[in-house]
């Protein structure tokens, strides 16, 4: 079994990371720090690093909403089983910029699934 986990650092993504890993299950997690730039951001790399070095599994750090990279990515890794879970780190992401919560939320996980 190979898992990617999209949104793997995220406040849930990163236990299930952690959870696949303690079963020896085979992941590999895609977030993108960048995404959040309108957050306070040093927060955010500190919350990302920490998260980070508690997996195993490697980080792609895109866009997803980039199908260039998300399908060399499944070509390349060729996952058995993708968990989606790209979502704005909070409300406030959301309250500035909701058409990017939109466009990260259906256009990333339609660039999955074509």
Same mark, same amino acid.
């Given at each position: 079994? $190979? #898992? *990617?986990?999209?949104?793997?650092?995220?406040?849930? +993504?990163?236990?299930? #990371?952690?959870?696949?890993?303690?079963?020896?299950?085979?992941?590999?997690?895609?977030?993108?720090?960048?995404?959040y730039s309108t957050?306070?951001?040093?927060w955010m790399k500190?919350?990302?690093? %920490?998260? /980070?070095?508690?997996?195993?599994?490697?980080?792609?750090?895109?866009?997803?909403?980039?199908?260039? $990279?998300?399908?060399?990515? *499944?070509? !390349?890794?060729?996952?058995t089983h993708i968990?989606?879970?790209? %979502?704005?780190?909070?409300? %406030?992401?959301?309250? !500035?910029?909701?058409?990017? /919560?939109?466009?990260?939320?259906?256009? +990333? *996980?339609?660039?999955?699934?074509?």
């Amino acid at each position: 079994m $190979k #898992v *990617l986990i999209i949104g793997g650092l995220g406040f849930i +993504g990163h236990w299930v #990371v952690r959870k696949l890993e303690e079963r020896g299950i085979e992941c590999q997690v895609v977030d993108c720090e960048k995404t959040y730039s309108t957050q306070n951001s040093e927060w955010m790399k500190r919350i990302f690093d %920490s998260r /980070a070095r508690q997996i195993k599994s490697p980080v792609h750090d895109f866009d997803i909403l980039d199908r260039d $990279k998300v399908k060399n990515l *499944l070509v !390349t890794y060729q996952p058995t089983h993708i968990i989606f879970l790209a %979502s704005p780190p909070n409300q %406030s992401a959301v309250d !500035t910029d909701i058409t990017q /919560a939109i466009r990260v939320m259906i256009e +990333g *996980l339609n660039n999955f699934l074509r």
